[in-house]
């Protein structure tokens, strides 16, 4: 079916390499957004397309983190929590997702809208915290602009659907001054993230060390306790 | 420190510079124009070798050299373009391409005809989807205008340039598994020797630089080696765009002369801005995730590859992570061994149980509070056994955080084992004793 729907595109990728097998990540990404995601037979495809043993697709398949073996929501939020994002509110907006969505980390919501994702280091620590849905990405998502991000995507669910979740057809995104979400005009010289100037804060209250059988055996409970 | 002239990130006042006619009326182009006309490749080599440029991907080897390093006479050759970046902290790829794709290709183009190669790959990171299809629009524009394709300006010389999108592998990045990536297999690293310029992609010779290292090709052609020397400093000619991120008050790229002094790069109104809430500097990281860190002591240390080499760090990518008091060492050593063990390719043993072990025993330390007095010596033995062992510099790099976290703040990790001291769980395994810490039958 893959050869039949887009045997052009599948010969202007075969044409760009001295061997075949190394148009297997453009296919595997064309295969994706025909399919959704990666089904078993749409891997053995790629591979009869390619003269490949399958078994060595389906290495391929599951070596890198951009394809999908199982079924995944209209949107893949894939939130990145390296260094400096996690030091910049990641896992605040994480939580926030978590939280908003009712799913955790690799689950998909009950209406198949969204995917949640961890991922390490999308390379725009600059903008922190930040997020990619279908490989769009979206800057200084902080957990307040959860709501207006979600409302956002599902409003756009339609061209999700579309477009596929291979970021084939990719733009990016930041928030507005007036706290809306605007598509990035691309001739615009790109503008590093200001931070409003805060007076020196006072140092953060010591954490408190864990007790040694915090909740378990306190002195507290024992007093309660009937024995 | 002001540069006149920007190299990497040249025009970008100009508006609408990332569109192929803009760029052409600013000068764009000409010096490729210039090159297939009055020009043999070998001379461009030679500019290139005069003018000192160094590979600005992390290794910063000399690019000139490694281009004479091809075989004579053997063809087909190739060029890769890396632009695989994915280490936390590493983002100016992307946005070179972003601001001014025709500036990377046009020096992937004059790149291509010094080395006498008429096919070139521009291997991007999966993620960057947005970029890959601004960087496929600029090629298509540069084929219209007769830039690319056969027989150039009429001077016989052939190129073709595509985009190769990886699928999320930050190994891909390496040289050799970037090759891998390329003929359709999974990322893994070959061995050296042969050196890609001598069997490299489908066995032929090649040449792989990274896409900030191809973006000064232009300038140089066109300025001269003269004036692109008159930038930076002796060893290090010319700029680097540094990334930088973490808690300061303006993250971003900032292209500077090398030498630039740490200090000006974060707390220059015109960069850093200073840090945010004016916290004190606590770790820098200044070259990527693989480079050992450096904290407030070093802030007068000038950035190019000499003087932080010798306070005991590395350039790298240029990417400078800024973290404040607020982090603790423990901590940003598990989140960066983390990352490598999630990124390691399996492939050689020490990288992939090393990077394992690492995260299992951080974790428990830094997100648990809890650590055995045995769990240093531990982390000490893992990072001996992975130094010097591993098939590729991942696993290399991964030895970094931990063995900077343990000699820079060992208290930290002394401070978590005595909290824990009394602790009946204390070295995480449940069984009430100090048992050993790396169980012979692992909880998975």
């Known amino acids: 079916m893959l050869l039949e729907t887009h045997r052009d595109e599948i010969e202007a990728i075969l044409s760009r390499y001295h061997s075949p097998r190394s148009a297997v990540l453009p296919l595997l990404y064309l295969a994706q957004d025909t399919y959704g995601y990666l089904t078993e037979t749409?891997?053995?495809?790629?591979?009869?397309?390619?003269?490949?043993?399958?078994?060595?697709?389906?290495?391929?398949?599951?070596?890198?983190?951009?394809?999908?073996?199982?079924?995944?929501?209209?949107?893949?939020?894939?939130?990145?929590?390296?260094?400096?994002?996690c030091y910049l509110g990641a896992e605040e907006l994480i939580a926030a997702l978590k939280q908003r969505l009712g799913i955790v980390e690799e689950?998909?919501?009950?209406?198949?809208?969204?995917?949640?994702?961890?991922?390490?280091?999308?390379?725009?620590?600059?903008?922190?915290?930040?997020?990619?849905?279908?490989?769009?990405?979206?800057?200084?998502?902080?957990?307040?602009?959860?709501?207006?991000?979600?409302?956002?995507?599902?409003?756009?669910?339609?061209?999700?659907?579309?477009?596929?979740?291979?970021?084939?057809?990719a733009e990016d995104f930041e928030w507005g001054p007036d706290g809306a979400l605007i598509r990035i005009d691309r001739a615009a010289p790109y503008r590093p993230r200001q931070f409003p100037a805060a007076p020196p804060s006072a140092p953060p209250e010591p954490e408190p060390v864990p007790e040694a059988d915090a909740g378990h055996d306190q002195l507290a409970d024992r007093k309660g306790s009937p024995l | 420190m002001d540069l006149s002239e920007h190299i990497i990130m040249r025009e970008l006042d100009v508006p609408d510079i990332n569109d192929f006619e803009v760029y052409r009326r600013h000068g764009g182009w000409e010096a490729y124009r210039m090159a297939l006309k009055e020009k043999t490749p070998a001379e461009i080599v030679a500019m290139v070798k005069e003018s000192g440029l160094r590979g600005r991907g992390g290794a910063g080897f000399p690019t000139g050299i490694k281009w004479g390093f091809l075989p004579k006479?053997?063809?087909?050759?190739?060029?890769?373009?890396?632009?695989?970046?994915?280490?936390?902290?590493?983002?100016?790829?992307?946005?070179?391409?972003?601001?001014?794709?025709?500036?990377?290709?046009?020096?992937?183009?004059?790149?291509?005809?010094?080395?006498?190669?008429?096919?070139?790959?521009?291997?991007?990171?999966?993620?960057?989807?947005?970029?890959?299809?601004?960087?496929?629009?600029?090629?298509?524009?540069?084929?219209?205008?007769?830039?690319?394709?056969?027989?150039?300006?009429?001077?016989?010389?052939?190129?073709?340039?595509?985009?190769?999108?990886?699928?999320?592998?930050?190994?891909?990045?390496?040289?050799?598994?970037?090759?891998?990536?390329?003929?359709?297999?999974?990322?893994?690293?070959r061995l050296k020797p042969p050196f890609p310029a001598v069997a490299g992609l489908y066995g032929k010779p090649t040449i792989i630089n990274n896409v900030e290292t191809l973006a000064n090709v232009p300038r140089i052609v066109e300025k001269g080696v003269a004036w692109y020397r008159s930038h930076g400093t002796e060893k290090s000619p010319g700029t680097k765009c540094f990334s930088l991120s973490g808690h300061v008050n303006r993250p971003g790229n900032y292209e500077l002369p090398f030498g630039v002094p740490l200090r000006e790069l974060i707390e220059s109104p015109e960069y850093g801005g200073g840090m945010r809430g004016g916290r004190p500097v606590k770790i820098i990281i200044p070259g990527g995730a693989s480079?050992?860190?450096?904290?407030?002591?070093?802030?007068?240390?000038?950035?190019?590859?000499?003087?932080?080499?010798?306070?005991?760090?590395?350039?790298g990518s240029g990417a400078v992570i800024v973290l404040n008091d607020t982090v603790k060492a423990p901590h940003v050593a598990y989140k960066m061994d983390e990352f490598f063990k999630h990124e390691s390719c399996g492939k050689c043993t020490p990288c992939r149980e090393g990077t394992h072990w690492l995260v299992r025993v951080l974790h428990r330390i830094a997100e648990e509070g809890r650590a055995a007095p045995e769990d240093i010596p531990t982390l000490h033995s893992i990072y001996n056994q992975m130094a010097g062992n591993c098939f590729c510099l991942l696993g290399e790099s991964a030895v970094m955080p931990i063995k900077s976290a343990l000699t820079l703040f060992p208290e930290e990790f002394e401070a978590v084992v005595a909290a824990s001291r009394h602790h009946p769980h204390g070295n995480g395994h449940g069984d009430g004793r100090h048992g050993p810490v790396i169980p012979l039958t692992a909880k998975r």
């Open chain 1, 107 to 169: 689950q998909t919501t009950g209406d198949g809208m969204f995917t949640l994702q961890r991922v390490k280091c999308l390379a725009a620590c600059d903008r922190a915290p930040v997020l990619q849905a279908n490989l769009d990405y979206v800057y200084d998502v902080t957990p307040e602009r959860v709501n207006a991000l979600l409302a956002n995507l599902r409003a756009r669910a339609a061209e999700a659907r579309q477009r596929g979740v291979s970021g084939r057809f």
């Open chain 2, 73 to 189: 006479g053997v063809y087909p050759r190739y060029l890769l373009c890396n632009c695989d970046e994915s280490e936390p902290g590493t983002f100016n790829n992307h946005q070179i391409i972003d601001r001014n794709p025709h500036q990377l290709i046009e020096g992937v183009a004059l790149s291509a005809y010094a080395i006498e190669c008429h096919t070139a790959y521009i291997y991007m990171r999966g993620e960057f989807a947005a970029a890959a299809i601004t960087l496929e629009r600029a090629i298509a524009a540069a084929y219209r205008a007769g830039f690319l394709g056969r027989n150039i300006l009429g001077t016989g010389f052939d190129l073709d340039i595509y985009v190769h999108r990886g699928a999320g592998a930050y190994i891909c990045g390496e040289e050799t598994a970037l090759m891998e990536s390329l003929e359709g297999k999974i990322g893994q690293p």
């Open chain 2, 291 to 315: 480079a050992p860190w450096l904290t407030h002591e070093h802030l007068d240390v000038p950035l190019d590859y000499e003087s932080v080499a010798a306070a005991g760090s590395m350039l």
């Open chain 1, 42 to 85: 749409a891997i053995r495809e790629v591979a009869a397309i390619l003269n490949m043993p399958p078994t060595d697709v389906f290495e391929v398949v599951g070596f890198y983190t951009l394809f999908y073996k199982r079924p995944v929501g209209t949107w893949v939020l894939q939130v990145c929590d390296d260094v400096p994002c």
